[in-house]
């Protein structure tokens, strides 16, 4: 199964390391007062003055806990320390979270960019990020996201990954695809999920947890993953090697990570 998009950088925490470098933005050729600040390799801007240089007609409030914009084809949320932001039904990945710094909501401008339609070209030397409006705002997640494939994806990370913070979410939907592009299982999300070989691949399938509502945060892990957020590379496998009774994937498979209460293997 393809994916969305390219797989994102791997991160496990919000970084809030100060700034390496900043400069200027234009949108459309004209200046916004949105420097660019760069944090581990991202650059971010003001969430606010860079979708009102694209969207001059958009509505953009602070509700609640998170920062939200809406025009006429697209409503986008954003909340600071959240590994995403939301707009029109889709989930996009941001490893380093979304900040907050001095009143301002602060995002990745390729991310933010993605949501509107725009383009970007960032300057290394000078440190200018050039944005330019493109054909239009990104689809919708019913226009994007295959129905069966979320509704199945989503259940089996919320089941085995209860208690587990989002990356680990992440990590189990990665595995589901991992093995739905390789040759040796499945070529679909249902046909991993309910793969029979060996009594089957996963206890939530045998005591029927994967059949319960998913969680919110497991739906937006599930179209994340779709998207292409990646945080376990190629893995096929995983366990909690303190529940497990059978450890044969410890034995006879590579160790790439431990997040949270699983470890994952390729």
Known sequence: ?????????????????????????????????????????????????????????????WTGDRASAEGQDFFLTAQPGALYLEVNGRALYIPQGVLLENGRTLVPVRVLAEALGADVDWNSVTGEVTVTSGSGVILTGEDVYDANSLYWLSRIISAESRGEPLTGKLAVGNVILNRVDHAEFPDTIYGVIFDSRWGGQFEPVQNGTVYNAPTQESVIAAKLVLEGADVVGDSLYFLAPSLASNHWIMANRDYVATIGGHWFYR
């Open 1 to 61: 199964m393809k994916r969305l998009f390219l797989s994102l950088a791997l991160s496990l925490s919000l970084t809030l390391t100060p700034a390496l470098a900043a400069g200027t933005v234009t949108v459309d050729g004209q200046a916004v007062e949105a420097a660019a600040t760069v944090r581990s390799n991202t650059t971010y801007v003001s969430l606010r003055a860079v979708t009102q240089a694209l969207q001059p007609d958009a509505l953009i409030l």
